[in-house]
């Protein structure tokens, strides 16, 4: 079983910073792309930005020159670093990583495991 734990939400003033840090833990044997999603309330969920293995990340074009991530794979951690946030970055984030793990039969298996979510609030 693997789990990815989430911190670092809040809430913050428009133009002001926040970072996200997530850690996974578990049966892992290696981890391929990490993520970062949000989901503001009556939205989809949508993906903010995601970085493979080797550190090659994209973005979603609304957090382009704002938002950064990063990873650490010796602590199979992943980072997003917010700046100039925005009222409309206002949403609840969650953390994805594509894993591979042994199931209950010690089967190694590739499958997407999410964090519980953290409450971003960009507000005055």
């Known amino acids: 079983q693997v789990q990815l734990v989430e911190s670092g939400g809040g809430l913050v003033q428009p133009g002001g910073s926040l970072r996200l840090s997530c850690a996974a833990s578990?049966?892992?044997?290696?981890?391929?792309?990490m993520g970062w999603y949000r989901q503001a309330p009556g939205k989809q969920r949508e993906l903010v930005a995601s970085?493979?293995?080797?550190?090659?990340?994209r973005y979603v074009d609304s957090v382009k020159g704002r938002f950064t991530i990063s990873r650490d794979n010796a602590k199979k951690s992943v980072y997003l670093q917010m700046n100039s946030l925005k009222p409309e970055d206002t949403a609840v984030y969650y953390c994805n990583a594509h894993t591979l793990s042994r199931d209950y039969r010690g089967i190694p298996i590739w499958d997407d495991y999410w964090g519980q979510g953290t409450q971003v609030t960009v507000s005055s």
């Open positions: 970085i493979t293995d080797v550190g090659s990340a």
């Open positions: 578990g049966s892992i044997l290696s981890i391929a792309d």
